[in-house]
């Protein structure tokens, strides 16, 4: 039992660096980015083959987070120059990037083993170290966006997703505040992809698939648990809600829940906290939390 809750612990501490990622696009920037399900990837395929190819693991961790920074950039540039939607930026991009890592990988998985490592770094041997060990990416993640939100950039960003007409009032233009978010966004989720194959000990190319669907329902999850009314619980929310979805599927499968089911699943346990939350309250959840609700 105890392996059991070990696993489930430390993957939800992993996937909630993912899921930061997703909630920093659609709740302080108001944009529903599904570029991570590429940038996941796009991530751990660069640093991947830069680990297997000799380089250190800060390489590595430099160049998977400078293409998820691109990445998102190139959602925002779709976005706001050629007056795409948000959706479709972002399914754009993300339909991109799925060629481009098999490009960088060269095939369609990289083992990751006798690899230097960022675990191999850490003290990883029983179940207290290895949770510390992957609390480590994710308090580090947490922590750079609660000091991001407290400066003026922050402050212009939370604004930007919040009200975008204030905005022009004041004139300040949205389009650099969108690309910095965007970039921020995807060079998070991409460095989280590195970590979690590194973790994992491969990267597959279909690793990133449903991603975000899977991060925005531990999102709710957190949201409706916490219902965040400042800056440190909505980024608490996310890490919460990854913890208790990891651990719910750990018990699903251990229930003899089969693998195929877990989309499934995962979309009915998100649906039954929504339910749930409908009937304990009422009115517009937007005001009483903190964040853009919009999307």
């Known amino acids: ?17 993912p899921a930061l990622a997703v909630a920093f696009s659609f709740r302080v920037i108001g944009f529903p980015d599904l570029t991570p399900d590429g940038s996941f990837v796009f991530g751990a395929a660069l640093g991947a083959t830069l680990l297997r190819d000799g380089h250190s693991l800060s390489a590595a961790f430099a160049a998977a987070m400078l293409g998820g920074a691109a990445a998102g ?9 050629l007056r795409v939607s948000k959706l479709l930026s972002g399914i754009l ?6 060629s481009l890592s098999l490009r960088v990988m060269g095939t369609s998985n990289i083992p990751l083993l006798n690899l230097e490592t960022f ?11 290895g949770i510390a060990g992957t609390a480590v990416p994710v308090g580090l993640a947490a922590l750079a966006i609660t000091i991001l939100l407290k400066t003026e950039l922050g402050i212009l960003l939370r604004a930007a997703g919040d009200n975008e007409s204030a905005l022009a009032l004041r004139g300040i233009r949205r389009g650099p505040l969108l690309c910095t978010g965007l970039a921020l966004t995807n060079a998070l989720a991409a460095a989280g992809g590195l970590i979690i194959a590194q973790y994992q000990g491969f990267v597959d190319i279909s690793m990133g698939i449903g991603l ?6 531990a999102i709710v999850i957190g949201e409706i648990l916490l219902r965040p009314h400042c800056v440190l619980l909505l980024i608490t929310a996310p890490i919460l809600g990854m913890l208790l979805y990891q651990g719910t599927v750990s018990l699903a ?11 499934v699943a995962t979309a009915l346990l998100a649906l039954a906290f929504i339910a749930l939350d409908r009937l304990r309250f009422s009115g517009n959840i937007a005001t009483r939390q903190i964040g853009n609700h919009n999307v």
Do not use: E, N
């Open 1 to 17: 039992m105890w392996g059991g809750l070990d696993s489930a612990i430390q993957l939800g501490l992993l996937f909630a660096v």
């Open 73 to 81: 950039l190139a959602t925002a540039g779709i976005h706001l120059w």
């Open 93 to 98: 991009v993300m339909t991109m990037l799925y």
């Open 119 to 129: 675990f191999a770094l850490l003290p990883m041997q029983g179940m207290l170290p």
């Open 212 to 217: 975000v669907i899977i991060c925005l329902a």
């Open 253 to 263: 499968l251990r229930f003899g829940l089969p693998p195929t089911d877990l989309k």
